[in-house]
């Protein structure tokens, strides 16, 4: 079980350099596409990565731990990064905060036990003319109250749904 | 609110199609007359960069247009690829027949991908076109643009680590020179230009360069976009002449009862109610458009600890004055906000202010002070002796 995993993301990262170009250029958008889809970059990836691309695993490390878009750690599915920077500040993202905090019951920096969501802040996302705003992977949200939270949590679930099912097809086949 | 009417008013391609009828020095002649400078707040000229790279000699040039748009309070870009994308696009195509590169590469922040999709379709639609591709407008000039998403790295701004970031480094600034304009993308000359910058290079090549003098000051020609957040009736973004006086400014967002302002974002300074008749332009108040208005009620040094806050977070850890002196900083507003900073050590963290502006290596570093230093410039009364984080008002 554990080798037929590695055995695929080997894989899925060979097509992807074959694609993308075996050269040190393509490091970046190799680790977002590899982040996008596995939700974490491990150890086993960056090696091999590195050996595509024929430079050592701690330079893969390197890059991955300085950007916050990638890094090692392991996320949820859904990764919500709320703005903290001034003006979402003085439009009082911290109730926003709590009310995170609160809905998700984990506090900013971890992922909840069944792997949905993952709590993080976000340095200033260019919505400060519609604070608070937070972003749900792709997706942004403005002007976002204690309220709406509960809808915007809602919504993220029952697209998580869909996607489970969808999942368990493709495994079938 | 998210219309540009100087933007919305152009032809489109009307500037690319008389830039391919110009030659190379006499496009690079119209935008060194225009004195447009860099939009993305360093306030470089623009024409002298693209004529650096224009002479330089090499395989391969890039034109990169720099969308990593992180400065607090910035959010002009983000309308401008959202609205006038062709503009944009429109302008790095004048930058390639100007300097004689082929490539083209948007450097995209990461958390705007949900702006990629139509950015590519903008693309798309260029390329059928043929305002893009082998044979643009049928001339024998091949130029295309591919978008690099960032990952998230405030510091990707500053052009020497946007170009670490683009060759699969971790985004460090360079030492400078050599500059990118000699050495850049893969060692080749490539220019790296803010959005709006090369929004305006079309508009100009459009309009001529006397029409874009005539607005704006003698050293600060032309007209700036706007972002405009915090404590005012009407945020959003503006375009206004450079030269605007901060008052001014304020009357039209509806910000009049501001205590200060916070301009060039949080890298920039802040301006209080005493100096409003102070004028944003290159020569006084320079800015790449960020203003964050703060009303009567809001306590400086938290403006301050949500700033250092960014900084430790965002300094790339290079060099020593600024991954220690932010940290520094940050502690200090702590003590201030806790009553137990005392005038010595005000003074010394002052000084360190002033060390890092000098020893930074890159424009993070050397900015970043900049705020704690207006701060205490300004509002010396209020920092010292709290007995509560809210005793000023």
């Known amino acids: 079980m554990l080798m037929t995993e590695r055995d695929r993301v080997t894989n899925e990262i060979k097509a992807l350099t074959d694609k993308l170009g075996h050269n040190r250029t393509s490091l970046v958008p190799i680790l977002q596409d590899v982040k996008r889809k596995y939700h974490r970059i491990d150890s086993f990836a960056m090696q091999v990565i590195a050996d595509e691309l024929g430079i050592h695993p701690v330079e893969v490390h390197s890059v991955a731990s300085f950007y916050s878009f990638l890094g090692d750690h392991v996320q949820g599915k859904y990764v919500i990064r709320l703005c903290r920077t001034i003006s979402c500040d003085m439009q009082n993202k911290e109730r926003v905060a709590r009310q995170l905090e609160n809905d998700l019951d984990i506090s900013f920096g971890e992922t909840t036990k069944d792997g949905k969501f993952t709590l993080e802040w976000a340095n200033c996302m260019g919505m400060c003319d519609q604070g608070p705003a937070l972003l749900v992977n792709d997706r942004v949200f ?24 969808e999942r368990k097809e493709v495994h079938l086949v | ?96 027949k100007a300097v004689g590169a082929k490539e083209g590469i948007l450097f995209l922040r990461g958390e705007y991908t949900y702006l990629r999709p139509h950015l590519e379709a903008v693309l798309a639609k260029r390329r059928e076109k043929k305002l893009l591709g082998k044979n643009v407008l049928s001339a024998d000039i091949e130029f295309d643009i591919r978008i690099f998403m960032g990952a998230g790295a405030y510091i990707c701004g500053e052009e020497t680590a946007l170009i670490e970031c683009l060759e699969g480094f971790r985004g460090e600034p360079r030492n400078r020179p050599p500059f990118p304009v000699n050495t850049g993308f893969l060692d080749r000359p490539s220019v790296v230009n803010n959005v709006e910058t090369l929004a305006w290079a079309a508009c100009i090549l459009q309009e001529g360069p006397e029409w874009f003098k005539s607005k704006g000051t003698e050293k600060s020609t032309g007209i700036k976009i706007f972002s405009i957040s915090g404590d005012c009736e009407r945020p959003g973004v503006y375009e206004f002449p450079l030269g605007i006086t901060v008052a001014d400014l304020l009357k039209k967002v509806g910000g009049t009862k501001a205590r200060a302002v916070q301009i060039g974002g949080a890298s920039g300074q802040c301006v209080p109610a005493s100096e409003f008749q ?37 300094s790339c850890g290079q060099c020593t004055p600024c991954r220690l002196g932010n940290r520094k900083l940050l502690e200090g507003v702590e003590m201030l906000k806790a009553g137990t900073c005392s005038m010595a050590y005000l003074r010394e963290l002052c000084a360190l202010g002033e060390s890092m502006q000098l020893s930074s290596k890159c424009g993070l570093g050397q900015s970043s002070p900049c705020a704690f230093l207006s701060v205490v410039k300004h509002f010396r009364d209020e920092l010292m002796g709290r007995t509560n984080s809210l005793t000023h008002a």
């Open chain 1, 142 to 165: 403005t002007k976002v109250t204690p309220e709406s939270v509960h809808e915007i949590l809602q919504e993220c679930r029952s697209a998580f749904g869909q996607h489970a099912a």
């Open chain 2, 1 to 96: 609110m998210n219309t540009i009417p100087t933007f919305s008013s152009m032809t489109p391609e009307a500037g690319l199609k008389k830039a391919f009828g110009m030659t190379r020095p006499d496009i690079i002649a119209q935008i060194n007359a225009s004195g447009l400078k860099g939009r993305g707040g360093a306030g470089f000229p623009t024409g002298v960069k693209w004529n650096f790279a224009a002479s330089a000699k090499a395989d391969k040039k890039y034109i990169v247009c720099n969308a990593d748009e992180g400065e607090p309070g910035t959010f002009k870009d983000r309308v401008i690829l959202q609205e006038y994308a062709d503009l944009v696009f429109e302008g790095m195509t004048i930058a390639a």
């Open chain 2, 278 to 314: 102070r004028c944003i332009a290159f020569e006084d108040i320079p800015t790449g458009g960020s203003v964050i208005v703060f009303g009567p009620q809001r306590d400086m040094l938290d403006v301050l600890h949500n700033f250092l806050e960014f900084f430790v977070d965002e």
